[in-house]
């Protein structure tokens, strides 16, 4: 540092005493109104020594739900304005959430005509693939609704877009997921829900509470499944900024996998999709222990009621990866 | 505020806003060599800095592209997290509590807007309302304030994607300061405006920074910016500060040169006039070189006499060479 020419230095003999500094807060004409902001901030920031002994590298849980209450808060009043603005144009958005249902529709289509020819596929009926099917597009289309943002990460990490999120006071998942919050993705909801629904009427099943308790239950934790991948696939894009269509096959391609039973599939996909990335626990489980279907790879029954177990350890370890890319973006920048 | 201390271990409050203490940001950069061989190179973008900005005060930090600037800019707002040394913002270490210092600062990036890009500048102001929670009246003040200082009446409804760059400016520094920032960052804040717009922005910072003692910290290439704006002045090269005082003392350490831009009505030899030597000839246009502290209107007058003149301009030394001539004429070789 000596050996560089730091003529002047600070405090410079030439520089007038700085009065703004030593100034508390300057009055000046004209703010006859709010009182100089300053004031009271530093007044109240005097005596918080311990505050600044806080071991933030390991919250505690009372942190973490501070952060994820605040997140919330946050993610409702992005999405509350994104909702806002569509509906400024309704016809506009009720012309792209029908685009929307009726592009997702085709997709069942495919399935009817499929049925046309055939009165089962791998096994299984017309109804009980609908119901695979629907669980597994609503699950879907729940997640997609509330994290489908996720996926533009990589773009903001490329063109450091992130930065301006990273200097608001708000959780960077919440800001991202939140962002461009789109209700036309309703249409995939709904068109899963239409297909559940007429699953639900045909099929015949000798309903007990518990199993009627395991649709919606197959629909929140499948939802929580799908959405945690969303969080992972982004958190890899910190790493592999191009890796959007990574998460994607993922993603999407899980959805349109979990629509066809087990059976139709190489027993080491199926493996995969149970034991590496748990998209078996969406759907599949769930729904063939309802329709009393003998299970892939010999796996117990039991297993159906663990998906809510599945969904949590997913978000947890999906939330471990997002705080470690955040982190590594933190520490290399853009 | 002296260091005479007290017997407890609690920080000795000082009038300093911001503080640094050697502080380093290295980045590991990897770079292809084979097919699969990687090298991995250490890049010390900030190179042990250390300053003090007390509470109030504006200062103008420069420095050649790739000098570190915006690299400090990043870990005062906690968008980066230091490699080593010490920093604090307003009490607060900014990149382990990156939220509850957002709270307390404001951040405008001349290159990248902070506004939510597709909606009209009005919902960007309501979304921080609520996002920082400012309280109504509070919020309500802030905003008249800025709409009519920045003349911002008639873009309240425009998407900011459809403002020109010196409005989106004007409208991102109006966002930076609704929640009555201690500190306002300007990273390059007058970037590719006209004057017209470099002239309002400037006039909006002093008084702001003279009425409610705002403490701003802005890089610049523009010397006009920091003449305009800031007594104190840190020069900021390979990472280490290499100056901190007035802008004048600036002067006086590097002594630029003004450079005039001469159209004569033919090619000449180079111009001979007292006061100025040429230093580039291209066909009919010539560069004469002058210092900084001398007038032009004895060479020009000089010039008009002797010369066919058909145009000519004068340029200002830019910050480039004003380093580069501090470097030249340092006492001492690192």
Known sequence: ?334 | MTEEATDTAEPVRTADLIELEGVEKVFDVRRRTGLVRREKTRVRAVDGISFTVPRGEMVGYIGPNGAGKSTTIKMLTGILTPSGGRLRVAGIDPSRERTRLARRIGVVFGQRTTLWWDLPLIDSYRLVHRMYRIPDARYRQNLERCVELLDLGALLDVPVRQLSLGQRMRGDIAAALLHDPEVLYLDEPTIGLDVVSKAKVREFLRDLNTERATTVLLTTHDLTDIEQLCKRVMVIDHGRLVYDGTLAGLHEVAPGERTLVVDLDRRLPPIEVAGARPVRVEGPRQWLAFPASASAAPIVAALAADYPLVDLSVREPDIESVIAKMYAERPTAP
């Open chain 1, 1 to 334: 540092m000596d050996e560089r020419p730091r003529t002047g230095g600070s405090p410079d003999p030439g520089t007038p005493p700085r009065t703004a500094g030593g100034r508390p807060y300057a009055d000046g004409p004209g703010t006859a109104g709010p009182p100089p902001p300053t004031g009271h901030l530093r007044q109240a920031d005097g005596p918080r020594p311990a505050e600044h002994q806080r071991p933030t590298e390991h919250p505690r849980p009372a942190d973490r739900l501070r952060t994820l209450r605040s997140g919330l808060r946050v993610y409702g009043l992005i999405a509350a304005m994104w909702m806002r603005s569509t509906m400024t144009y309704r016809a506009s958005f009720a012309i792209t959430a029908l685009g929307n249902l009726a592009a997702t529709s085709f997709d069942f289509v495919v399935i009817l005509l499929m049925f046309t020819h055939v009165d089962s596929l791998a096994g299984y009926s017309l109804p009980e693939i609908a119901l695979l099917y629907g669980a597994a597009g609503t699950a879907f289309g729940l997640a997609d609704l509330a994290m489908g943002s996720m996926d533009r990460l990589g773009r903001r990490v490329r063109d450091g877009t992130l930065d301006t999120l990273l200097v608001r006071p708000a959780p960077v998942l919440a800001q991202v997921a939140a962002d461009r919050f789109a209700l036309r993705r309703l249409g995939r909801i709904t068109q899963g829900l239409l297909v559940l629904g007429y699953a639900l009427l045909t099929l015949d099943i000798a309903w007990t509470p518990l199993k009627a308790a395991m649709v919606p239950m197959m629909l929140l934790s499948g939802a929580a499944i799908f959405a945690s991948m969303f969080v992972a696939g982004a958190a890899f894009q910190f790493v592999a900024q191009d890796a959007a269509e990574v998460q994607n096959s993922f993603t999407y391609g899980g959805n349109t996998l979990l629509q066809y039973p087990p059976t139709v599939f190489a027993k080491d996909l199926v493996r995969g999709v149970t034991f590496v990335v748990p998209l078996a626990f969406v759907n599949w489980l769930p729904a063939l222990h309802v329709l009393g279907r003998p299970y892939p790879l010999d796996l117990p029954h039991w297993l159906a009621f663990t998906p809510p177990l599945v969904a949590a350890l997913c978000c947890a370890l999906a939330g471990a990866a997002w705080r470690a890319g955040l982190r590594t973006y933190r520490s290399t920048g853009s």
